[in-house]
């Protein structure tokens, strides 16, 4: 197969060329490439991924019924371009591999060959791919395609032979002398009738006027098959050569057919063979083709010959063509004619013409794509050192500017960050020209751009929005980390690094607390959620990945489904008719951990983005999200309905979608904790009583560190006895996003004392003067073990939120296979904002709110202090066994309170008679000046919800109004005329993690407007 082999190494030399970093395209918009050229064949126009094809390597080209161009690409999957659109198909969608070899049209469905996945069929938006298990497919290595006249299918493959398909039964051929059938009925078996097939490395395939199919083959000519007869014909019979590389049959009943050595023509009595010497380009011709009158088109090695029956011509990259090597060409229903070659993909214009497509006519472009990390970004803030920075390479490729949003911090709250989104957002816009931008936003980052789109902040500007891997509903799987790491900012034993961008320098904080760890909590999301509604409809793409669907990661299949650190459950809590939800195999973050062990992540490779990001991208706002799952093969919808639909007026607990998947409470052995630097070696032991099976977890924020287990024989368990023993599973996974891991399951572990050993090997340190020795301080972990076991401790509180100075009434169950287990240790380590730790003795005595006395429920009663999210840890010891919870209990600081004043007025700033927004005034009183925001939600005589708006906003102290602006475009497009009713209003303190300072429903009614009178 010389051809196809030069052709890969053409395609390996191409794709490893990368755009330079400067290269990236700012400009708004980018245009196709046109040159012209003399009559009567009109202009050349080059498209390239930087107008919306998949790969610049086009292999080969389809023209259906519609007149719709299909591509075929080494690598990038199958392109389709109607003329102004392009959208893209890849493995993501359903197509059987990203280098597709072959197309062919049948009625409505297109069939895409490929190289290494069998074939794909594309039909009203349904992908079906067949191979060698799935179906009688001779080889999944797919050549060539074409149709005969009754409908059935032919395949060639690169070592099988020739399939046959007619939408029921597979029959193959090959050099066995004989053929094989397979149907749904029956099982593959032999039948009588003799293949008279020269190679079963078939190349090319095309069908004459009679119906006659011929066969091309790598090194044995061609093989005719009409009617059950089988003739080959070589160069003994006059071929040019037998590496065959295309066929095509032209209206006067002649065959054509490319080889290695030039062009060979069949009359059906004899060969004529054309080369150089005659005017070909090149003896190495890799297609044919036929325009409107009758003209023989030939792609080479070096440009396209066009023949008339007496004169040739050539056309390079000289005059026009995007690449001397042409692989397909095609002819569409206008009489243009499109050649695919490995620089992209050029159509020569038959007649000039001013339609979408046309020379002279703008494509549709791609708004500039922002990118917003997770929680902790690049200490740098540059896409450079970023996981955007192989998506900023790919957008790049093809033709869409990218924007990494600085100034996003952990140590900023949501609103603090939404602002600074917005001011970014306006410089994109300012340099780029674009009226708005898509997003692509990393876990935490979803947040922080909901908190911008879901607010009064929101300027219109924002067309799409992907949030992978985003905690919707809030971090469940490594809540406790979340809960330690707060435990011991707050009480001034643990650090966090900084980076102090005026000096370029690393600077350590001792008990600093990151607003941002608390908004990842769920009961932070919980309020969150409440209060917050995509009311402007943009489309959100919400990608999450279930890392247990990895081969070498079966053995997770103990955690709920989740990306490694955030829940299927919570990065798809939300819904809507503009929310798509999208399941992959995909890790959380990208590290060069995740490459060694092949496993894919959002940002690396490339295979999300080319199944849910670039046609997104490239489309903008023309197509609704309902249409986007077109050709996806799974859309990957989970759970019943949550919280956006169906709603009745107000604000509703959130969320409640995929509620059957929500993770369930784990049996938790007390949490170990404590700093370990480089080459120390620290220990710690923990109890393990009788279970079916237990894992043993270490995360840690920064560095390098290895965890080794000691169970009660003395025996040593480490990653090698791991990849030895049966019933030891180990994994570790670098995600500097979150937090680094490493997990020991262990099936039946003896029960009795393990010894942890945590060594630090390559971990960073802070200086004395942060807080260190002259060693230099250490890097956080907290390890425990976690048992599928009867025995279990369950936490709760009676009330989930407080004001400063009320009780709350904290109790713990401890049971053993639903049975009650009196007799145990229960205590509750408090940690408040204040730093100082409380800790409480929980009795099963019927008086400290615990029911009956000895029914193995557990309290006491904790009297708010201090404002904030408080952690409490919870721990129970008995006979043999120890078991740790978590939960939290939200006080109010009681900084502000709404005062019960309410009125309400229209907005016409421009004096056009029209009111751009309805504002409400709201009565607060504040007692300490700080940042604050008011939701408010308007509802109609009928309890329909007309708008709702979340105002950030810095308050002064004292009694004062503040003017909430409810957005009129939405009153209007509500259809829904007043009086309304301001339904509910809900103050916030935002100062950090926002916690509710107070609620108030049905407080005002408005005037009768009619929707009309706001736009």
């Not at 010389?2 to 400009?27: D, N, T």
């Not at 929310?579 to 690396?604: A, C, E, K, M, N």
């Not at 939960?887 to 016409?908: C, K, M, N, W």
Request: charged share 20%.
């Amino acid at each position: 197969m010389r051809a196809r082999a030069a052709l890969l190494m053409i395609v390996l030399l191409f794709g490893a060329k990368q755009p330079a970093e400067s290269s990236l395209p700012f400009l708004y918009p980018p245009k196709p490439l046109s040159r012209g050229i003399p009559a009567p064949y009109g202009v050349w126009t080059t498209y390239t991924t930087a107008q919306g094809l998949a790969a610049n390597a086009v292999s080969t080209l389809a023209v259906d019924g519609d007149g719709t161009l299909w591509a075929g690409t080494c690598g990038g999957g199958l392109s389709r371009f109607d003329g102004s659109t392009w959208i893209s198909y890849a493995k993501g969608h359903g197509l059987g591999d990203d280098w597709v070899t072959a197309l062919a049209i049948r009625d409505s469905e297109v069939w895409a060959g490929t190289w290494g996945g069998g074939i794909s069929s594309l039909d009203d938006g349904h992908w079906q791919t067949y191979n060698t298990e799935n179906s009688g497919l001779a080889s999944d290595w797919v050549t060539a395609l074409a149709v005969d006249g009754e409908g059935t299918l032919w395949i060639g493959t690169y070592g099988g032979g020739l399939s046959r398909f007619d939408g029921g039964t597979w029959r193959t051929y090959n050099r066995a002398n004989g053929s094989t059938e397979r149907s749904p009925e029956c099982s593959r078996r032999r039948l009588a009738e003799v293949s008279g097939l020269a190679d079963d490395r078939v190349t090319a395939l095309a069908v004459d006027g009679g119906g006659a199919l011929w066969i091309g083959t790598s090194g044995h000519g061609v093989s005719r098959f009409d009617k059950g007869t089988w003739v080959t014909y070589t160069t003994r019979d006059g071929l040019a050569s037998n590496a065959i590389n295309a066929i095509a049959a032209d209206p006067a009943g002649r065959v054509w057919v490319g080889t290695d050595e030039g062009i060979s023509v069949f009359d059906g009595s004899r060969w004529i063979t054309y080369t150089p010497d005659d005017g070909l380009a090149h003896r190495r011709v890799h297609a044919i083709a036929f325009d409107t009158d009758g003209n023989a088109w030939f792609g080479t090695s070096r440009g396209a010959t066009r023949f008339d029956g007496e004169s040739w011509i050539t056309y390079t990259q000289q005059d026009g063509l995007a690449h001397d090597y042409v692989q397909a060409i095609a002819v569409d229903q206008r009489g243009n004619l499109w050649f695919g070659t490995m620089g992209g993909l050029s159509k020569l214009q038959r007649e000039p013409s001013r339609t979408l497509g046309e020379p002279g006519a703008v494509l549709p472009t791609p708004y500039p794509v922002v990118f917003v990390h997770g929680w902790r970004g690049p200490e740098s803030d540059s896409v450079h050192d970023s996981q955007f920075k192989f998506l900023r390479r790919w957008l790049a490729r093809d033709g869409i500017a990218s924007f990494f949003a600085t100034g996003i911090r952990p140590e900023n709250t949501l609103y603090q960050n939404a602002r600074r989104l917005q001011e970014f957002i306006a410089q994109v816009r300012a340099e780029t020209g674009a009226p708005k931008v898509s997003i692509v936003a990393h876990s935490m980052g979803g947040l922080n751009v909901r908190a911008y789109t879901e607010s009064a902040l929101y300027q219109g500007d924002v067309a799409r929005v992907f949030m992978l891997g985003t905690p919707q509903a809030g971090v469940h799987l490594w809540k406790d980390f979340l809960v330690r790491e707060m435990t011991n900012r707050l009480a001034g034993l643990s650090s966090v690094r900084v980076l102090d961008r005026e000096s370029e320098t690393i600077r350590h904080q001792r008990g600093s607390m990151e607003p941002s760890a608390r908004e990842l909590l769920p009961e932070h999301m919980a309020l969150f959620n409440r209060v917050h509604r995509n009311v402007h409809g943009i489309p959100y793409h919400l990608i999450i990945g279930d890392v247990r669907r990895q081969p070498a990661l079966e053995f997770l299949d103990f955690w709920p489904p989740n990306d490694g650190l955030i829940t299927v459950w919570s990065a798809h809590a939300l819904d809507g008719p503009t929310v798509q939800r999208i399941t992959t195999d995909d890790v959380h973050g990208w590290s060069p951990g995740t490459i060694l062990f092949d496993l894919p992540s959002y940002l690396w490779p490339a295979d999300d983005y080319r199944a849910y990001l670039r046609n997104e991208l490239r489309l903008g706002e023309r197509a609704p999200i309902s249409t986007l799952t077109e050709g996806r093969a799974s859309a990957g919808r989970v759970g019943p309905k949550g919280p956006y639909r169906g709603q009745a007026s107000g604000f509703s607990e959130a969320p409640t979608c995929c509620e059957p998947l929500r993770p369930r409470p784990e049996n938790h052995t007390p949490y170990l904790w404590g700093e370990i630097r480089s080459g120390q070696v620290v220990t710690h032991t923990v109890e393990i009583d009788p279970n079916r099976s237990a894992r043993f977890y270490l995360l840690w924020r920064w560095g390098d560190a290895d965890l080794t287990l000691t169970d009660p024989r003395g025996e040593v368990v480490d990653p090698d006895r791991a990849r030895k023993e049966d019933g030891i599973e180990h994994f570790s996974l670098e995600a500097d996003v979150f937090a680094n891991l490493e997990v020991y399951s262990v099936e039946e572990a003896l029960p009795g004392t393990w010894t942890l050993t945590i060594e630090g090997v390559d971990l960073p340190s802070f200086p004395p003067a942060c807080g260190g020795d002259e060693r230099g301080g250490g890097v956080d972990y907290v390890a425990y073990a976690v048992l599928e076991s009867d025995l279990s401790l369950a936490v709760a509180t009676d009330r989930e939120w407080v004001r400063r100075g009320e009780t709350v009434t904290i109790t713990a169950t401890v049971t053993e296979a639903g049975e009650p287990l009196p007799g145990a240790t229960v205590r509750a380590e408090i940690t408040p904002p204040d730093g100082v730790i409380r800790t409480l003795v929980l009795h099963d005595d019927g008086a400290h709110g615990d029911g009956r006395a000895g029914d193995g429920v557990y309290g006491t009663v904790y009297t708010a202090e201090v404002g904030g999210y408080i952690p409490v840890v919870v721990t129970a010891s008995g006979a043999g066994y120890q078991r740790a919870q978590a939960t939290f209990i939200v006080v109010s600081p009681e900084t502000a309170r709404l005062v019960g004043s309410y009125a309400d007025h229209p907005q016409d700033a421009d004096g056009d008679g029209v009111y751009e927004s309805l504002i409400v005034e709201v009565g607060v009183d504040v007692v300490t000046p700080g940042e604050f925001a008011l939701a408010v939600v308007l509802t109609d005589t009928e309890g329909r919800e007309v708008t709702r708006t979340v105002l950030p906003t810095a308050l002064p102290g004292g009694n004062q109004k503040v003017a909430v602006p409810l957005e009129g475009a939405l009153i209007r497009a509500s259809g829904l005329d007043g009086p309304y009713t301001v339904s509910q209003v809900i103050l916030l303190d935002i100062s950090g993690a926002a916690v509710k300072l107070d609620e108030a429903a049905d407080v005002h009614r408005t005037r009768a407007y009619s929707h009309r009178d706001f736009g």
